[in-house]
């Protein structure tokens, strides 16, 4: 199955109308996909659709990325303005009961979610590789790049200090990096490069920056829900992967500020355990959901009685 293909249909938004596939067996809750970048879009989630044999996973393309419109100006892009882009796809699909998966920035936008005002409250919550601040990823990214090779790291601070981030050496460089903690699999999987083909530089340039690396410039600049992270209620999953860029140290404080988190370790992968440990990850997830929605059963058959 290729999702980069015809989607199921748009949803309009005032600024533009967003892409969305539906796919897999209507049945249990379903489960929404919010991918990464931000800008990167969801095609690289594809191995999620396998979780589609008793219920549908329904992916789709923020706005200024993949096969979502891109008009909205660069002032528009705000986490407020994705988190009314995911109520009204939500609203617009007839949404009820649904568990809700993000990956990097799309958990940092689930969690966004429901803690929101008013807050929503999803069957669970799927959080793969989004520390709970800015901070954490920072000094996460920074550990991992100083311990890249002397030559690379060389590379990469005479062209940030040149202004010359955009040359072929700098590209070069930080894909020493990637290919050590976004996806460790060679070649990358087609996913992940059609999500490539389609990425919105407009919109990762209003929410984050210019570089992983930082400095943030934009809309998450000073984001941090650590705080607030008992307030999140639903039952949740927190995965990553031992080499990911989404350090496991930090993931640990996501999954600790959340009672009764569930915190599982991919030792095989980096940032996208789905493409590079699909098998293992997917079974982590379906046992998940299953096990939520077997207390979820047990609770109302007893307050039936």
């Given at each position: 199955?290729?999702?980069?293909?015809?989607?199921?249909?748009?949803?309009?938004?005032?600024?533009?109308?967003?892409?969305?596939?539906?796919?897999?067996?209507?049945?249990?809750?379903?489960?929404?996909?919010?991918h990464?970048?931000?800008?990167?879009?969801?095609?690289y989630?594809?191995?999620?659709?396998?979780?589609?044999?008793?219920?549908?996973?329904?992916?789709?393309?923020?706005?200024?990325?993949?096969?979502?419109?891109?008009?909205?100006?660069?002032?528009?892009?705000?986490?407020?303005?994705?988190?009314?882009?995911?109520?009204?796809?939500?609203?617009?699909?007839?949404?009820?009961?649904?568990?809700?998966?993000?990956?990097?920035?799309?958990?940092?936008?689930?969690?966004?979610?429901?803690?929101?005002?008013?807050?929503?409250?999803?069957?669970?919550?799927?959080?793969?590789?989004?520390?709970?601040?800015?901070?954490?990823?920072?000094?996460?990214?920074?550990?991992?790049?100083?311990?890249?090779?002397?030559?690379?790291?060389?590379?990469?601070?005479?062209?940030?200090?040149?202004?010359?981030?955009?040359?072929?050496?700098?590209?070069?460089a930080?894909?020493?990096?990637?290919?050590?903690?976004?996806?460790?699999?060679?070649?990358?999987?087609?996913?992940?490069?059609?999500?490539?083909?389609?990425?919105?530089?407009?919109?990762?340039?209003?929410?984050?920056?210019?570089?992983?690396?930082?400095?943030?410039?934009?809309?998450?600049?000073?984001?941090?829900?650590?705080?607030?992270?008992?307030?999140?209620?639903?039952?949740?999953?927190?995965?990553?992967?031992?080499?990911?860029?989404?350090?496991?140290?930090?993931?640990?404080?996501?999954?600790?500020?959340?009672?009764?988190?569930?915190?599982?370790?991919?030792?095989?992968?980096s940032?996208?355990?789905?493409?590079?440990?699909?098998?293992?990850?997917?079974?982590?997830?379906?046992a998940?959901?299953?096990?939520?929605?077997?207390?979820?059963?047990?609770v109302?058959?007893?307050r039936?009685?």
């Amino acid at each position: 199955m290729n999702l980069s293909e015809k989607p199921t249909g748009f949803v309009t938004m005032p600024q533009g109308d967003v892409a969305y596939w539906r796919v897999g067996t209507p049945g249990r809750p379903p489960v929404v996909c919010l991918h990464g970048g931000p800008g990167m879009p969801h095609s690289y989630l594809e191995p999620l659709a396998r979780l589609g044999t008793d219920r549908e996973v329904i992916f789709y393309d923020q706005a200024g990325c993949g096969r979502s419109e891109r008009r909205p100006p660069r002032s528009s892009w705000s986490i407020p303005y994705f988190i009314e882009e995911l109520r009204t796809v939500v609203a617009a699909l007839d949404l009820g009961e649904f568990h809700l998966f993000g990956n990097s920035w799309g958990g940092w936008l689930a969690l966004e979610y429901v803690l929101g005002d008013p807050p929503a409250m999803p069957v669970s919550l799927l959080l793969n590789s989004s520390p709970p601040s800015i901070a954490n990823w920072l000094d996460g990214v920074h550990a991992l790049r100083a311990r890249l090779p002397e030559d690379v790291v060389r590379t990469l601070d005479e062209h940030e200090r040149a202004g010359t981030a955009g040359s072929r050496e700098y590209r070069d460089a930080f894909a020493v990096f990637n290919r050590r903690h976004m996806c460790r699999v060679r070649p990358w999987p087609a996913p992940l490069k059609t999500a490539l083909g389609g990425f919105g530089g407009e919109v990762y340039a209003a929410l984050w920056g210019s570089s992983e690396f930082g400095p943030v410039t934009g809309a998450l600049k000073d984001w941090d829900v650590t705080p607030r992270l008992p307030e999140v209620t639903v039952p949740t999953l927190v995965t990553c992967g031992r080499h990911d860029e989404a350090v496991p140290e930090h993931m640990a404080t996501l999954a600790d500020g959340i009672d009764g988190a569930r915190f599982t370790v991919f030792e095989h992968s980096s940032h996208m355990a789905f493409l590079e440990e699909p098998d293992a990850f997917l079974a982590e997830l379906s046992a998940f959901l299953t096990g939520v929605e077997t207390r979820r059963r047990s609770v109302s058959t007893r307050r039936g009685r």
